[in-house]
C-alpha cells in the first residue's frame, strides 16, 4: 500500500527513487480482510477500477458488521455504514425514535437503517446520489478481501509506477554514529540498501522503529485483554451477507469474513482465560464448511508506540501498534498513516513540527479507535464467563465514560475532534450493546406521538422497499464485472 501510494503521488519528483524490500520466506497472515468505507479515499486516490479490484481481490461488498451473541446470548444487532433514518425539524432522527422507545414501540434500530436492512436480506446496490429522496442515496459501504491478493494487485501497481522491488530479508540496520538516523539495511545476501528516509513495514517485529531506534510501546491489556488469535479460511457455506459478523464466545470473539472464493474465519480470546488448544477447537467447531488451510496462532499486545514517527523512520500497520479487528480497522489505520505522511511529507532536513504534529494525529488515532472498541466489551450483559465478568467490570477510559454517561442521561451522542468513528457508530453499538438512554432532545415533544410513530413507520416501509428493489450481491457482481472468472 505504502510503495504504491508513494510512487503515484510522488513519482514525478526529480531524482526521488522508491525502493521495496519484502522477502517470500516472511510469511504473512493471508486471511479475509475486512474494511471500513474510508477505503473508498485510498482506492481512489490510486484511480483504481473498482470492478476490476473487486475481482482482482476476490472481494465481496460490506455493509456493516453483524454482532451475535455480545449483549447475551441469542441477541445480535447490525452495526451499519451510513446513517439512521431522517434527520427531522432539525433534530436527530435517532431522537425520535428513543421517544417511541419509551413509549412502548419496540422496532429496533436496524430497521431503520439501510445498511443494516440490506445486508441482512443479501442484497446490495452502489449509492444512488441521483436519487435524493431514496434511502440508497446516503448507503455506504466497504469491502472483505483477500489481503494476500491486494498486496500482490498493489505490488504490481507500483512497480509499474517505477517502484523498484529487492527481494531479501534485512539481517542489520546501519545508523549514523552522532544522529542516529538509520543510513542503510544490510540484507541476508550481503546488499547494502541506503536511504533517506525508511518506511517501517516489518509487522510485530517493528524491526527499524522498534528494535532499531528503541520507541516504547504502551499496553493498553487491562482495557483489551485479548492477546490471541486463530485465522483459519474455510470453504464457502452458510449464507452470503454483505456483512462481516462477530460472534461473541466464552473468553473472546469469532470473525467471518465471506469472500468470493472462502471464507476468513478466525478466533480472538484472552490466553488469561482460554488455553490455545481450546480455542482452536472452539474455531474448527464453529465453522460454515471444510477448513481448507492449517490453522495460524497469532500473538499480540493490544497499544501502540508511542511515536510511529522517529527520527528518518515511520512505522506503518503492526510495525506502529495493534488493535484488534473487532471493528475492521487495520488496513484503515495503514491507510489513514500513509495519508499522513504524504500530508506531512519531509525534507531532509527533517524539521521537528512535522514529526510531532504526525505522531500527535497517530496517538489520536489509536487512542479513538481503542475507547470505541473497549464499549462493545464494557456494556454486555454477559456475566457467563470470567472473562465476560472482567470485561463489564472494567473502569473505562475517561472518553467512553462521558460518552456513556451523557447517552444515558439525555440520549445524546456526540463526536470528538473529528474521530474515525461518527454519532450514527457510538448510537449503533451503545444501543445494541442494551445502553438505556435517560430521556431525548425536549424538542421532539413538538411532534405529537401519534404524528411520530406514524413517521417512523413510513421510514421503515421506504427503507423495506428500498431493499426489496436491490439485486443480491451476487447478481451485483455478475453484472458489473466484479465476479470472480
Not at 475507547?371 to 470485561?391: G, I, K, N, P, S
Amino acid at each position: 500500500m505504502t510503495a504504491a501510494a508513494l510512487g503515484k503521488v510522488l513519482g514525478g519528483i526529480p531524482g526521488l527513487s522508491i525502493t521495496l524490500i519484502e522477502s517470500e520466506a516472511i510469511g504473512t497472515v493471508g486471511v479475509g480482510e475486512a474494511t471500513i468505507p474510508r477505503i473508498h479515499a485510498f482506492n481512489a486516490m490510486l484511480g483504481l477500477d473498482e470492478n476490476a479490484f473487486v475481482r482482482e481481490t476476490c472481494a465481496t461488498y460490506k455493509l456493516g458488521i453483524e454482532f451475535v451473541d455480545w449483549l447475551r446470548p441469542g441477541h445480535r444487532y447490525v452495526h451499519p455504514f451510513g446513517r439512521y433514518g431522517l434527520d427531522m425539524m432539525g433534530i436527530e432522527f435517532h431522537h425520535f425514535w428513543l421517544k417511541a422507545q419509551e413509549a412502548g414501540e419496540s422496532e429496533p434500530l436496524d430497521s431503520f437503517s439501510i445498511a443494516a436492512m440490506a445486508g441482512k436480506a443479501g442484497k446490495f446496490a452502489r449509492p444512488r446520489p441521483d436519487q435524493p429522496n431514496s434511502p440508497l442515496s446516503k448507503l455506504a459501504y466497504a469491502f472483505q478481501f483477500d489481503a494476500s491478493r491486494y498486496a500482490h494487485f498493489l505490488r504490481g501497481y507500483a512497480e509499474k509506477l517505477g517502484v523498484r522491488r529487492i527481494e531479501g530479508r534485512i539481517v542489520d540496520v546501519v545508523q549514523d554514529g552522532e544522529s542516529g538516523f538509520v543510513d542503510a539495511v544490510r540484507l541476508e545476501n550481503g546488499e547494502t540498501v541506503a536511504g533517506e528516509l525508511f518506511v517501517d513495514c516489518s509487522g510485530f517485529r517493528s524491526l527499524l522503529l522498534g528494535q532499531t531506534l528503541g520507541v516504547p510501546f504502551t499496553d493498553w491489556t487491562k482495557w483489551l485483554p485479548c492477546d490471541r488469535a486463530i485465522a483459519v479460511p474455510c470453504e464457502l457455506g452458510g449464507d452470503h451477507e454483505p456483512l462481516t459478523r462477530s460472534t461473541a464466545r466464552p473468553a473472546g470473539w469469532q470473525w467471518r469474513i465471506p469472500l468470493q472464493h472462502r471464507i476468513g474465519n478466525g478466533h480472538v480470546y484472552s490466553s488469561a482465560h482460554m488455553d490455545d488448544g481450546e480455542a482452536e477447537d472452539l474455531l474448527l467447531a464453529n465453522l460454515d464448511a471444510a477448513p481448507i488451510a492449517e490453522p495460524i496462532r497469532l500473538r499480540f499486545t493490544a497499544g501502540y508506540r508511542t511515536r510511529a514517527w522517529e527520527k528518518n523512520v515511520v512505522a506503518l500497520g503492526l510495525a506502529a501498534g495493534f488493535l484488534e479487528p473487532l471493528e475492521s480497522t487495520a488496513i484503515h489505520l495503514v491507510q489513514v498513516g500513509i495519508a499522513r505522511l504524504l500530508t506531512l511529507f519531509p525534507t531532509t532536513a527533517f524539521t521537528p513540527n512535522e514529526i510531532a504534529r504526525y505522531n500527535l494525529e497517530h496517538e489520536n488515532e489509536y487512542r479513538d479507535i481503542r475507547d470505541f472498541l473497549v464499549l462493545h466489551y464494557l456494556a454486555t450483559e454477559r456475566d457467563d464467563t470470567e472473562f465476560w465478568r472482567y470485561c463489564r467490570n472494567l473502569e473505562p477510559p475517561p472518553a467512553v465514560a462521558e460518552k456513556i454517561a451523557m447517552f444515558e442521561s439525555s440520549g445524546r451522542v456526540f463526536r470528538e475532534n473529528n474521530e474515525l468513528f461518527t454519532e450514527t457508530s457510538w448510537l449503533s453499538v451503545m444501543a445494541g450493546q442494551g445502553i438505556t438512554a435517560g430521556g431525548y432532545h425536549p424538542m421532539t415533544d413538538t411532534l405529537g406521538l401519534d404524528e411520530t410513530r406514524k413517521r417512523l413507520a413510513h421510514i421503515r416501509q421506504v427503507v423495506s422497499a428500498a431493499v426489496t428493489q436491490m439485486p443480491t450481491q451476487e447478481e451485483f457482481l455478475t453484472v458489473n464485472g466484479g465476479a470472480i472468472r
